[in-house]
């Protein structure tokens, strides 16, 4: 299964877990009050929408309840609108610079770009990493890579052998080792080598 096939199955079971934990907290409650908006403020920061978005989602759910009241009130095609917003609003052209933002990695001037590569565990993380090092290769651009996930087994053998494929000198510890220290000491070596990008693959988390 490829990086984004695994991302869509992964959204899918967000989607469906999220679809049925919002009918449950207001089916349950006759009420959209505090300890209800509580409930499905906690529900969607579970689902991983951010504070930013949740929050604008709970306003935007309260707003349309006590201006509609709880007939035919659709939280999630209400919070599906609120994130369709927060995208688009990124995408608009900034009043400061007139461009819009682009999937291009923003390159920091005269420092190294550090990337910090974090995400559920088995959704590619390190393998995204050797493909943004070879991406910005094909830009005439440097890259080192950071292997601070010194807990899954063979993952620091994964980078070094991702480092061997694309001639990309990995800074990477011992199985144990802090995470942290293994990142200063990369930081430290982008600067040294003046390296344009620094990609720091970390250890992953749980789905929940």
């Not at 869509?8 to 989607?15: A, E």
């Not at 009918?23 to 908006?37: G, H």
């Not at 290769?137 to 063979?154: M, S, V």
């Not at 694309?166 to 070596?189: C, F, N, P, Q, R």
């Amino acid at each position: 299964m490829g990086l984004f096939a695994k991302f869509k199955v992964g959204l899918q079971k967000t989607h469906g877990k999220l679809a049925h934990e919002i009918k449950r907290i207001v089916t349950r409650s006759p009420k959209l009050d505090a300890a209800t908006l509580e409930e499905l403020e906690a529900a969607l920061i579970a689902a991983d929408l951010g504070l930013a978005v949740t929050a604008q989602i709970v306003a935007a759910v309260k707003q349309a309840y006590e201006a509609q009241g709880g007939a035919g009130l659709d939280v999630f095609a209400i919070a599906q609108a609120e994130v369709e917003k927060s995208l688009l609003a990124t995408s608009k052209p900034s009043a400061e610079t007139g461009s819009s933002n682009k999937s291009d990695l923003i390159k920091s001037p005269n420092v190294p770009t550090v990337v910090s590569i974090v995400g559920v565990n088995g959704t590619g993380k390190t393998t995204t990493a050797a493909k943004l090092a070879h991406s910005v290769q094909l830009q005439g651009r440097t890259a080192l890579l950071a292997a601070c996930d010194t807990f899954r087994a063979a993952a620091i053998e994964q980078v070094k052998l991702w480092g061997q494929r694309l001639k990309v000198e990995v800074i990477a510890g011992t199985y144990g080792a802090d995470a942290a220290s293994v990142a200063h000491d990369a930081v430290a070596a982008a600067q040294a080598r003046r390296t344009d990008y620094l990609f720091i693959d970390t250890a992953g988390r749980l789905h929940r």
